[in-house]
Nanobody, 117 residues
Framework: QVQLVESGGGLVQPGGSLRLSCAAS????????MTWYRQAPEKEREFVAS????????NTADSVKGRFTISRDNTKNTVYLQMNSLKPEDTAVYYC??????????WGKGTLVTVSS
């Protein structure tokens, strides 16, 4: 059974930090590129950051560049999103996605991040 389980969300003050985790199971994690997306209230889902299956190549949305860092640990089947200098506009549900070489595509259920004073 394929599972992607996000964790680490919560309420944080502006300027604060959070680290999101996405634990994978039920598929070959090390052969899948991983991506974080987010969806704010009444907005469409948007790309945040991605990392290749080896971890050597990363991409980050301009809106979070310099503040968010994506990483992965293939020995733990986990991808991370370190979020620093958080802003109220970062408030959203954050989703983890796995995309494989043969078109496999898996999604987690999301974790809520709220940035507010």
């Amino acid at each position: 059974q394929v599972q992607l389980v996000e964790s680490g969300g919560g309420l944080v003050q502006p300027g604060g930090s959070l680290r999101l985790s996405c634990a994978a199971s039920g598929f070959t994690f090390s052969s899948h590129a991983m991506t974080w997306y987010r969806q704010a209230p009444e907005k469409e889902r948007e790309f945040v950051a991605s990392i290749s299956y080896t971890g050597r190549i990363t991409n980050t949305a301009d809106s979070v560049k310099g503040r968010f860092t994506i990483s992965r640990d293939n020995t733990k089947n986990t991808v991370y999103l370190q979020m620093n200098s958080l802003k109220p506009e970062d408030t959203a549900v954050y989703y983890c996605n796995a995309h494989g070489p043969y078109g496999t595509d898996f999604w987690g259920k999301g974790t809520l991040v709220t940035v507010s004073s």
